[in-house]
């Protein structure tokens, strides 16, 4: 049986259906089959009672169109939800980033703030290292956390400059 959340009006519903037809909602048995009429128009038979609607969506959000009534329908499967859940988990847990010193160098100018937002690939400070001034840029998107270096100090090859979120 495959088992899937189906949100309607913010009211989350679980739903299963099984290789025979047999859908299960809130734990309650029904016969259900599907024919499609047209592109987006199905016929549906729950039980003996027979409803054409018009399905317009992708992934997980849907607009279903029973009459002239449209009803806004997200159906997520349980694996799809855990995964979900996990992924957020993960990476609220693995999203901190540190900026470290790729030499030993000279911090000439600070670029950003913390609390500053970040994207991929902006420039947060120069080092200038045997008279060349280096941009170390961002290799990901955030939120600057911590600054652990000042303008004018020599800092250490590996030694940690910056902290992102």
Known sequence: MSSYV???SGKEY????DADGVLTVEGSDRAIDIHRV???SYSVFIGNVSTQITLKGNGSDYQVLLGKN???VRVESER???LKKYATASSSTHQR???HAPMPALVVRIEVGVGDDVRDGQGLL?????KMENEIRSHQSGKVREIYVT???AVEKGELLMLLE
């Open 38 to 40: 047209g592109k987006d």
């Open 80 to 82: 799809d939800r855990l």
């Open 151 to 153: 303008k004018g100090k």
């Open 97 to 99: 980033y540190e900026i």
């Open 70 to 72: 449209q009803v806004d």
């Open 14 to 17: 679980s739903v299963g259906i």
């Open 126 to 130: 120069i080092l200038e290292a045997m």
């Open 6 to 8: 189906v949100t309607i």
